[in-house]
């Protein structure tokens, strides 16, 4: 089966591992419109995520990303950027697979946690000891992410390098099917 040039290039993987900026640089260079998920939930919702998470809770946040997902895997030509969870429905991974080339990218739990310092706009890391919750979160997705057949790893690299290899696979992806 042949990959549609038109197929939206679907950056996922954990917190921190890059996907707004990779996504952003991806989308520059294809000449294609760059959707964060993230930020057209909270524009949507007019609130940011943190609001979300702590007066909707959790499963409504999955709910509009659900939806959202649903929506973007109906369009083409889009560079898409999830939020971490994305994975944990297998049917986002299924919907955003049928009509765009899924990426993963991947980053030790060292590297995530430095990317991380300071932040404030990830409920999911508002913990006390934040190293422990990035590995424990880490550990329970991993089968998740690992089920994504292209993984990109972005420790240590430039979010120019990490877009270039990311660039490469999809056009592997979209020339041979
Ligand atoms: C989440 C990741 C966040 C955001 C929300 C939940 C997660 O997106 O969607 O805070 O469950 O991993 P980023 O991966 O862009 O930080």
């Known amino acids: 089966m042949s990959v549609d040039p038109d197929a ?9 591992t890059g996907k707004t900026e990779v996504g952003r640089q991806l989308a520059d260079r294809l000449g294609r419109e760059f959707v964060d998920m993230d930020r057209v939930i909270e524009e ?3 609130r940011d995520i943190p609001a979300i998470f702590r007066d909707s809770g959790e499963p409504y946040f999955r709910s509009l990303e659900r939806a959202l997902v649903r929506e973007l895997a109906a369009r ?5 950027a999830t939020g971490g969870g994305v994975v944990l429905d297998p049917a986002n991974i ?7 080339v899924v990426v993963c990218l991947v980053a030790t739990p060292e590297a ?7 932040d404030t706009h990830r409920p999911l890391l508002q913990a006390p000891d934040r190293a422990e919750r990035i590995r424990s979160l880490l550990e329970c ?3 998740l992410y690992e089920a994504i057949p292209a993984r990109v790893d972005t420790t240590a690299r430039t979010s120019a390098e990490v877009a270039e290899e990311v660039l490469r696979l999809f056009r592997a992806r979209v020339r041979t099917g």
């Open 141 to 143: 997705r991993r089968p």
């Open 8 to 16: 939206n290039l679907v950056l996922v993987g954990f917190m921190g």
């Open 112 to 118: 995530i946690l430095q990317r991380v310092a300071g």
């Open 76 to 80: 083409r030509s889009l560079v898409i």
């Open 94 to 100: 299924e919907d955003l697979g049928r009509t765009g």
């Open 44 to 46: 949507r919702e007019e």
